[in-house]
């Protein structure tokens, strides 16, 4: 099955830019999109399609991807943005959808 | 606005089933999917499954093959997934989230319903 592997945590300062990365085989040529949840809240799409941002979301956040490594890239990192990120893709092979572990973003 | 609204928490005893059911508003039910997530205490997002609103075809997590059932009613614009044989390790929050299938994401969710299996 296919699998995405995730940092299990990433810290940052504030106005700083944080970058989440999402590995995967071939990753590259997959549709990847990102999820942020604060703590008791369900899920939030905030990155569609690799780099697209859906209507709500701040531009600073971004998305790309090549090879075998996909990246969230958060710009001018707010105290707000602390949260658990996922990424997520739809294994062809097995027809199933798939989450990395997930990215606990800390401000510091 | 599009919303998803989950029924209430359930605590079940294991080896029970459980019917948790997500109602759509805000779209046209049929045009989109269903995929049900779930969230085990202090862990990550699992994928359980995905059901196409408009034919009833669904697409099940393997480790779940067998133990798990997605409907819906399109009447109401209800979707529902139950779970049979409950154990401990199926303690979780499951989400619903409104998903067209295949590559595209999963824009809009629910704000999740906790299951909890214990004796």
């Known amino acids: 099955s296919y699998v995405l592997t995730q940092p299990p945590s990433v810290s940052v300062a504030p106005g700083q830019t944080a970058r989440i990365t999402c590995g995967g085989n071939?990753?590259?040529?997959?549709?990847v999109h990102w999820y942020q949840q604060m703590p008791g809240q369900a899920p939030v799409l905030v990155v569609y399609d690799e780099s697209d941002r859906p209507s709500g979301i701040p531009e600073r956040f971004s998305g790309s991807s090549s090879g075998d490594t996909a990246t969230l890239t958060i710009s001018r990192v707010e105290a707000g943005d602390e949260a658990d990120y996922y990424c997520q893709v739809y294994d062809r092979s097995s027809d199933h959808k798939v989450f990395g572990g997930g990215t606990k973003l800390t401000v510091l | 606005q599009v919303q998803l609204v989950q029924s209430g928490a359930e605590v079940k005893k294991p080896g029970a089933s459980v019917k948790v059911s997500c109602k759509a508003s805000?779209?046209?039910?049929?045009?989109?999917?269903i995929s049900w997530v779930r969230q085990a205490p202090g862990q990550g997002l699992e994928w359980v499954g995905w059901i196409n609103a408009y034919n009833g075809d669904t697409r099940y997590a393997q480790k779940l093959q067998g133990r798990v059932s997605m409907t819906t009613d399109t009447s109401t614009s209800t979707a529902y997934m139950e779970l049979r044989s409950l154990r401990s390790d199926d303690t979780a929050v499951y989400y619903c989230a409104r998903d067209p299938g295949f590559t595209i994401s999963m824009d809009v969710w629910g704000k999740g319903t906790t299951v909890t299996v214990s004796s």
């Open positions: 071939s990753i590259g040529g997959k549709s």
């Open positions: 805000g779209y046209t039910f049929i045009t989109y999917g």
